[in-house]
Each structure stands twice: as C-alpha cells, then as structure tokens.
C-alpha cells in the first residue's frame, strides 16, 4: 500500500499567515492526489483533486501542487474559519490511503 | 440537494455482525462509483471499500478484507456494508461517501453512523 506521510502533523499560524502543508508519497502516484479539510465536529470536504484543481465553491486562497511523490497545500492567507485538520489521499492504486493530517490552529 | 444518510451504526460485541445502510437523494446514484470511509474517535480517515455503478466492481482495505461485503441497490438509491467478524479495532464513524465520478475522489460525505465494539 502506498504510505502518505503529511508533516506538520500541527500546526498555529497568525491571521493572514501563509501556511504550507506537505504531503509526501512513499511512490510516485502522478497527479492522484486530492486534499480534504474536516473542521472541528463535522465530516471532511473535498479541497482540491488531481493535485491542484480546486473543487467549486473553494476559496482561492488555497492552492494545490506537486506530482510524483512531493505535494502541498497552500494557504496563501489563513483566515479564522481554516481551522481544521486537513488530509491528503492518493487515488493511484488501491488499497486508497489518507495521510495522517494536519491540524491547523489559529494563534 | 445531494444528501447520503447512514444507518445502522449500533454497539456490538466482539465477533459479532452488523449492516450499515446508506440512503442517497439529490443525484442519479447508479451513475457513481460509492465508498465507506470510517473514522476512529479522534483519529484519522481509513478508507474501508469502494463499489462501482453497476456493483460489478469491488475493492477493500486490508483490514476488513474478507469480513466485511459492499454491496449496493440502484432500485431503491441504497448502499450497504456487512460486517461481521468485528473486532474492537473496527470502532468507527463510518462514512457513506460519493464519488465525483469513477476517480475515487470523494466529494460528498455523509454525516456517519457510530460503530462500537466492545463487550
């Protein structure tokens, strides 16, 4: 099974703070990567899929890019409402596996 | 609007069996391939097994391979997972979850269902 490693595993940024989050492959999966944001209590969205393509409705602040093994998701300026945990996933080859996430809290 | 409801999340004793349901409206559910996803109290998303439109295809996480059936009824806009042989391990929120179309992505989610193991 492919192992998704995200790090951060946490982290607390400022308001307006550019926040990056990694997620590394332990084989190359191309573009198959999608993010999800679950924030406290609720189930997770869908933020980004195939790397860098923003699911409707998602605000432009966040940014998808990689391919291969190496990806991230950007915040480009946090806001309140992005406190959540975020997950990346690869849809290259099943088993599908999630990372292991990323909480973000706000300072 | 497009809505999954799951059922059937209960407390169960080790080894024992249990189906969860999940109620679809709001799309043309025979058009997509469907997943469960479960999640442990606190802890991260597993994704547990995935059926394609036509229930033809079927695939499962190593876990629950061979204890746990995905199966679904385009008739009556329903998917379902048995499981039996549970184990306390298999403690979750199980998430009924649509895929944006056969690319195993998942774009929309249902609130979950609680399943408890424990004696």
């Known amino acids: 099974a492919i192992q998704l490693t995200q790090s951060p595993s946490s982290l607390s940024a400022s308001v307006g703070d550019r926040v990056t989050i990694t997620c590394r492959a332990s084989?190359?999966?191309?573009?198959?990567l999608a993010w999800y944001q679950q924030k406290p209590g609720k189930t997770p969205k869908l933020l980004i899929f195939?790397?860098?393509n923003l699911d409707s409705g998602v605000p432009s602040r966040f940014s998808g890019s990689g391919s291969g093994t190496d990806f991230t998701l950007t915040i480009s300026s946090l806001q309140p409402e992005d406190l959540s945990t975020y997950y990346c996933?690869?849809?290259?080859?099943?088993?599908?596996?999630f990372g292991g996430g990323t909480r973000v809290e706000i300072k | 609007e497009v809505q999954l409801v799951e059922s059937g999340g209960v407390v169960v004793q080790p080894g024992g069996s249990l189906r969860l349901s999940c109620a679809a409206s709001?799309?043309?559910?025979?058009?997509?391939?469907m997943h469960w996803v479960r999640q442990a109290p606190g802890k991260g998303l597993e994704w547990v097994s995935l059926i394609s439109w036509d229930g033809g295809t079927t695939y499962y996480a190593d876990s629950v391979k061979g204890r746990f059936t995905i199966s679904r009824d385009n008739s009556k806009n329903s998917l379902y997972l048995q499981m039996n042989s549970l184990r306390t391990e298999d403690t979750a929120f199980y998430y009924c979850?649509?895929?944006?179309?056969?690319?195993?992505?998942?774009?929309?989610w249902g609130q979950g269902t609680l399943v408890t193991v424990s004696s």
């Open positions: 996933q690869q849809f290259n080859s099943y088993p599908l596996t």
């Open positions: 195939e790397a860098s």
């Open positions: 084989q190359g999966i191309s573009s198959a």
């Open positions: 709001g799309f043309n559910f025979d058009d997509y391939t």
């Open positions: 979850v649509k895929d944006i179309a056969t690319d195993d992505v998942f774009d929309i």
